[in-house]
T-cell receptor
């Protein structure tokens, strides 16, 4: 199966910073994309879906670039509580969702 | 409350023993999945089921078995043939098995084989 790749980090940023993660996918047939958040020793939880037109939810913005086959997640005004691992997912058609390994974010005071 | 549950949260077994992990959902979802996660690694698909009485192997099915006799239940058995079973096991479900549906995860089971 095709892969989804992410920079594992960790991204170490101060509170209030803006941070961006990218995720590349190799299956051009992928149709649906998601970002999940996973706290240490917990299950992943959906953060947001990624639409072709991009979407925003408060401090979080997700973008999709089909031509270059990557999706991005932008977090503005980082909070300590944003510290977690962010998992990128690509799926579509009959394909089972493929998860990236995750990007670790550490927000410090 | 609708959701997906896994039990037990922690499980310890001796090497060579089979063990069954429970996964139940009351979300009326058709599709269910089992993943394994090792420290610092992503989720790897073990088995998935898109409908009752049907299931398919994922990327790392060797040493595992499943059943899907009821829509709400998808138990995973870790057999003695699994070479390195110590890991965090996550069960998930989605409305359909078409890939584009959001997956909802249970809290996971941490299996340690001594």
């Amino acid at each position: 199966r095709k892969e989804v790749e992410q920079d594992p980090g960790p991204f170490n940023v101060p509170e209030g910073a803006t941070v961006a993660f990218n995720c590349t996918y190799s299956n051009s047939a992928s149709q649906s994309f998601f970002w999940y958040r996973q706290d240490c020793r917990k299950e992943p939880k959906l953060l947001m879906s990624v639409y072709s037109s991009g979407n925003e939810d408060g401090r979080f913005t997700a973008q999709l670039n089909r031509a270059s086959q990557y999706i991005s997640l932008l977090i503005r005004d980082s909070k300590l509580s944003d510290s977690a691992t962010y998992l990128c997912v690509a799926a579509g058609g009959s394909y089972i969702p493929t998860f990236g390994r995750g990007t670790s974010l550490i927000v410090h005071p | 409350d609708g959701g997906i549950t896994q039990s037990p949260k922690y499980l310890f077994r001796k090497e060579g023993q089979n063990v069954t992990l429970s996964c139940e959902q009351n979300l009326n979802h058709d599709a269910m999945y089992w993943y394994r996660q090792d420290p610092g690694q992503g989720l790897r698909l073990i088995y998935y089921s898109q409908i009752v009485n049907d299931f398919q192997k994922g990327d790392i099915a060797e040493g595992y078995s499943v059943s899907r006799e009821k829509k709400e239940s998808f138990p995973l058995t870790v057999t003695s043939a699994q070479k390195n079973p110590t890991a965090f096991y996550l069960c998930a479900s989605s409305i359909g098995g078409r890939g584009r549906d959001t997956q909802y995860f249970g809290p996971g089971t941490r299996l340690t084989v001594l």
